[in-house]
């Protein structure tokens, strides 16, 4: 099984709004990650979580707050958003995310994403 | 720098047409290639992925690649295109970069699929 969930689907929030986007794998990764989507773009890496620590951080304002509660889960809690924000914002997850040259390991399993609107 | 080019942006072909989409890299190692398929609205599912040896791969839904080291290239292959193949592909290199690994996309293509 090579399946990752995401909650909401769909989400619209003003700009004063906080909310916050999940995501679930029991697929026993390792590496978790955010990516941010704009139309008709590839997806941008924003974050990356190795074991439940964050690893890399994209520059990316921080209006955007990720958080990995255990190896499982990965949120996304957003606050202050800007219209521009508005985006498909899918998590990925892989085995582990520092390579060990094996490559399956970090071969990344993406999620149906949220598509976010912010007003 | 390490890049990952689709040179055709759309393509469209007809039902049970055959289909070659096209992915240049540039990368100084041994790349990790990838090849992920996405619906409108959807995520990314992974199609195949190449990391070494056979230098001809199988993937999921009847797609293959082939990695070519000397043209710098990992084109996807259908022999035959069914309706429910019209979506965005994206061709992807790994690359260990800061202690970690990342996904480099292409700009993708849009494959539409005419009855």
């Known amino acids: 099984d090579t399946e990752v969930t995401q909650t909401p689907k769909h989400l619209v929030m003003g700009m004063t709004n906080k909310k916050s986007l999940k995501c679930e794998q029991h697929?026993?990764?390792?590496?978790m990650y955010w990516y941010k989507q704009k139309a008709k773009k590839p997806p941008e890496l924003m974050f990356v979580y190795s074991y439940e620590k964050l690893s890399i951080n994209e520059s990316v304002p921080s209006r955007f707050s990720p958080e990995c509660p255990n190896s499982s889960l990965l949120n996304l809690h957003l606050h202050a958003l800007q219209p521009e924000d508005s985006a498909l914002y899918l998590c990925?997850?892989?085995?582990?995310?520092?390579?060990?040259?094996?490559?399956?390991?970090?071969?990344?399993?993406f999620g149906p994403g949220t598509r976010l609107l912010v007003l | 720098a390490q890049s990952v080019t689709q040179p055709d942006i759309h393509i469209t072909v007809s039902e049970g047409a055959s289909l070659e989409l096209r992915c240049n890299y540039s990368?100084?190692?041994?790349?990790?290639l990838f090849w992920y398929v996405q619906s409108p609205g959807q995520g990314l599912q992974l199609l195949l992925k190449y990391f070494s040896g056979d230098t001809l791969v199988q993937g999921i839904k009847g797609f293959e690649a082939e990695f070519k080291r000397s043209q710098s290239s990992f084109n996807l292959r259908k022999p035959s295109v069914h309706w429910s193949d019209a979506a965005e592909y994206f061709c992807?290199?790994?690359?260990?970069?800061?202690?970690?690994?990342?996904?480099?996309f292409g700009a993708g293509t849009r494959l539409a699929v005419h009855p």
């Open positions: 990368y100084g190692a041994t790349p990790y």
């Open positions: 990925a997850s892989s085995q582990e995310a520092s390579g060990r040259g094996l490559g399956f390991q970090e071969t990344q399993y």
């Open positions: 992807a290199v790994g690359l260990f970069s800061g202690g970690y690994n990342k996904l480099i």
């Open positions: 697929m026993g990764h390792r590496a």
